[in-house]
C-alpha cells in the first residue's frame, strides 16, 4: 500500500490494489467521472442515465479484476472509499505499437490535482513503455496523458457513445519516436 500525504496524520490518499469484490466501487467512480469529464461530450440525458448497470456489467469487472486475468488494476482510496482506479495490461490493437496498453483510468474530479491520478498509473504501468486511447476533445485527459509521457501517434478512430459519435486518438510513450 502506497500512501500520499497531504498532513502529517491524515493521508490525502492510498493506492491498494483490487479484487473482484471492488467491481460496484469501480463502476460507481467509472460511472461518476463520465459524469464530470464528459458533461461537453456526451448528451446530458444518456449521462443521466444509468450507464448500462447490469448484473452482466457488474460480474465483467469483477472478472477484470480477478488475479487470473491479464490486466492489472489499481485502486485510488482516501479515507476508506474509493474514489479512483487504473487499469493496464497487454495491447488490444492489431498494430499495437507497444506490447502494453493503459486501458483506464478515472479519478473523481475531487482528487484532481492530488497526485492520485499520477500515483494509481504508476502503479498498474510505473514506466513501462504503453499505447492508451483517449476523446480527441478531452483536452484534459490528454493533457493529464502528456504529463505521463505520452503523445499522439497519429492513429485516430470513430467511437459511437450514448447516441453521439467522437474521434478517439492513440498516445503513446517509449515506442516509435513517441516522447
Same mark, same amino acid.
Given at each position: 500500500?502506497?500512501?500520499?500525504? $497531504?498532513?502529517?496524520?491524515?493521508?490525502? /490518499?492510498?493506492?491498494?490494489? #483490487?479484487?473482484?469484490?471492488?467491481?460496484?466501487?469501480?463502476? =460507481?467512480?467509472?460511472? #461518476?467521472?463520465?459524469?464530470?469529464?464528459?458533461?461537453?461530450?456526451?448528451? !446530458? #440525458? /444518456? @449521462?443521466?442515465?444509468? @450507464?448500462?448497470?447490469?448484473?452482466? %456489467?457488474?460480474?465483467?469487472?469483477? %472478472? !477484470? @479484476?480477478?488475479?487470473?486475468?491479464?490486466?492489472?488494476?489499481?485502486?485510488?482510496?482516501?479515507? *476508506?472509499?474509493?474514489?479512483?482506479?487504473?487499469?493496464? *495490461?497487454?495491447?488490444?490493437?492489431?498494430?499495437?505499437?507497444?506490447?502494453?496498453?493503459?486501458?483506464?483510468?478515472?479519478?473523481?474530479?475531487?482528487?484532481?490535482?492530488?497526485?492520485?491520478?499520477? =500515483?494509481?498509473?504508476? +502503479?498498474?504501468? !510505473?514506466?513501462?513503455?504503453?499505447?492508451?486511447?483517449?476523446?480527441?476533445?478531452?483536452?484534459?485527459?490528454?493533457?493529464?496523458? $502528456?504529463?505521463? *509521457? /505520452?503523445?499522439?501517434?497519429?492513429? +485516430?478512430?470513430?467511437?459511437?457513445?450514448?447516441?453521439?459519435?467522437?474521434?478517439?486518438?492513440?498516445?503513446? +510513450?517509449? !515506442?516509435?519516436?513517441?516522447?
Amino acid at each position: 500500500m502506497v500512501q500520499h500525504s $497531504g498532513a502529517a496524520r491524515e493521508p490525502a /490518499f492510498e493506492i491498494t490494489g #483490487a479484487t473482484p469484490d471492488d467491481a460496484e466501487a469501480v463502476l =460507481a467512480v467509472k460511472d #461518476a467521472s463520465w459524469r464530470e469529464a464528459y458533461a461537453h461530450l456526451l448528451p !446530458a #440525458a /444518456f @449521462l443521466a442515465g444509468s @450507464l448500462g448497470d447490469s448484473p452482466a %456489467r457488474t460480474e465483467g469487472w469483477s %472478472r !477484470a @479484476l480477478a488475479p487470473e486475468s491479464p490486466a492489472r488494476f489499481a485502486l485510488v482510496r482516501s479515507r *476508506g472509499r474509493v474514489v479512483g482506479f487504473a487499469g493496464a *495490461g497487454p495491447a488490444r490493437d492489431e498494430d499495437a505499437p507497444t506490447p502494453e496498453e493503459l486501458y483506464t483510468v478515472y479519478v473523481l474530479a475531487e482528487m484532481h490535482g492530488t497526485g492520485a491520478g499520477l =500515483a494509481v498509473v504508476e +502503479r498498474v504501468l !510505473a514506466d513501462r513503455p504503453a499505447s492508451l486511447w483517449v476523446f480527441e476533445a478531452n483536452p484534459r485527459a490528454r493533457a493529464f496523458y $502528456g504529463k505521463l *509521457g /505520452f503523445a499522439p501517434d497519429g492513429a +485516430r478512430h470513430l467511437e459511437a457513445v450514448g447516441g453521439t459519435s467522437l474521434y478517439e486518438m492513440r498516445m503513446v +510513450r517509449g !515506442a516509435g519516436g513517441a516522447a
